[in-house]
């Protein structure tokens, strides 16, 4: 039996230091991406009563915008928590927009609202806020913004709320 010699390849280490160059791009581009100071989309709410309300008018203040739904068992079960959310942190000013999704009945809504007297502004969406606000279809999404316009936080699903009162103080307070 012959034996053939092995080759054995080396690798230049100019690929393994391409490699990383590459990867640490990558990871710098993540960080800044995921990192970055999100502000708030220019976009404008309709209200149930016809008024217009955007977020250049809401700059200054410390709101919420809750995209929701009455066929959501979850944006319903957390709307009485929300409402009490906004009755303790109203007389500090903050403004809150429960912005109800396109695919919901305007009558459904209109109904939700004034049974269940929401306090805050309800508004419909026409798909166009929704969209501006990185395209939200999972209801409920909330976003808590800052005085400022800069999105601190934003929840996917019922929020938790010891979390939202302490974010809410905080940023209330500045």
Same mark, same amino acid.
């Given at each position: $039996?012959?034996?053939?010699?092995?080759?054995? !390849? !080396?690798? +230049?280490?100019?690929? %393994?230091?391409? &490699?990383?160059?590459?990867?640490?791009?990558?990871?710098?581009?993540?960080?800044?991406?995921?990192?970055? /100071? /999100?502000?708030?989309?220019?976009?404008?709410?309709?209200?149930?009563?016809? /008024?217009?309300?955007?977020?250049?008018?809401?700059?200054?203040?410390?709101?919420?915008?809750?995209?929701?739904?009455?066929?959501?068992?979850?944006?319903?079960?957390?709307?009485?928590?929300?409402? /009490?959310?906004?009755?303790?942190?109203?007389?500090?000013?903050?403004?809150?927009?429960?912005?109800?999704?396109? %695919?919901?009945?305007? $009558?459904?809504?209109?109904?939700?609202?004034?049974?269940?007297?929401?306090?805050?502004?309800?508004?419909?969406?026409?798909? +166009?806020?929704?969209?501006?606000?990185?395209?939200?279809?999972?209801?409920?999404t909330t976003f808590v913004i800052d !005085?400022?316009?800069?999105?601190?936080?934003?929840?996917?699903?019922?929020?938790?709320? &010891?979390?939202?009162?302490?974010?809410?103080?905080?940023?209330?307070?500045?």
């Amino acid at each position: $039996m012959s034996q053939t010699p092995v080759s054995i !390849r !080396r690798t +230049s280490p100019v690929r %393994y230091i391409a &490699a990383a160059i590459v990867a640490g791009a990558i990871a710098v581009a993540g960080y800044f991406a995921f990192n970055a /100071q /999100q502000h708030a989309p220019d976009a404008t709410f309709t209200l149930l009563s016809g /008024q217009k309300v955007s977020t250049s008018e809401l700059k200054g203040k410390v709101y919420l915008v809750n995209f929701w739904a009455t066929s959501c068992t979850t944006c319903m079960h957390e709307m009485p928590q929300m409402v /009490q959310t906004y009755n303790r942190f109203k007389s500090q000013g903050l403004e809150f927009v429960a912005v109800a999704m396109n %695919y919901d009945a305007p $009558m459904y809504v209109a109904n939700y609202a004034e049974t269940r007297k929401l306090p805050f502004k309800v508004a419909l969406d026409d798909g +166009s806020a929704a969209k501006q606000f990185g395209n939200v279809q999972l209801t409920p999404t909330t976003f808590v913004i800052d !005085r400022n316009g800069k999105i601190l936080k934003r929840y996917v699903g019922e929020p938790q709320f &010891a979390e939202l009162d302490q974010l809410l103080e905080k940023a209330l307070s500045t």
